[in-house]
């Protein structure tokens, strides 16, 4: 086997090492721990509500419509924890800036949006952690509460 052989094969190996490494793992992380964060205060404010899964609301006079938002965030140096709910915390931000911008007051039935996998819960969100990113999905309605 010549030189430049020996090299191709050499990469070729490496390249399928590196795909069996990879990380592509879903977690779920406390949405109470999330918003508790002192952080999360001064990111979210309290002009737009927020309510995920079947928590009870206020009766809504007006639904606007359903908005989505995929945030990602370099994870390297992180926990998963940490990365997941800075990612979150984007997401919340977006949706929250969403609803700012069709006048409204409150996001309702918000739940995770995973890779086009929605799931609800009151208590947690899915994040999909990698080697290098980490990412969060979310879906909520936004709408005017009486």
């Known amino acids: 086997m010549n030189f430049i052989t020996r090299c191709i094969t050499i990469i070729a190996i490496s390249s399928c090492a590196t795909g069996a490494l990879a990380r592509d793992d879903v977690k779920e992380f406390s949405i109470a721990d999330a918003l508790a964060t002192e952080q999360a205060k001064n990111i979210l404010g309290d002009d737009i509500k927020f309510y995920f899964g079947a928590q009870s609301h206020g009766a809504v006079a007006k639904k606007i419509g359903e908005f989505g938002t995929n945030k990602k965030t ?28 069709e006048g409204a007051n409150a996001i309702v039935n918000i739940r995770s949006n995973y890779r086009n996998a929605t799931t609800t819960s009151t208590d947690t969100f899915k994040c999909g952690a990698g080697n290098i990113m980490v990412g969060v999905a979310l879906l909520g309605d936004v709408v005017q509460i009486k």
């Open 74 to 101: 370099n994870g390297v140096g992180k926990s998963d924890k940490q990365a997941c709910e800075w990612a979150f915390l984007s997401a919340m931000k977006s949706l929250r800036e969403r609803a700012q911008r």
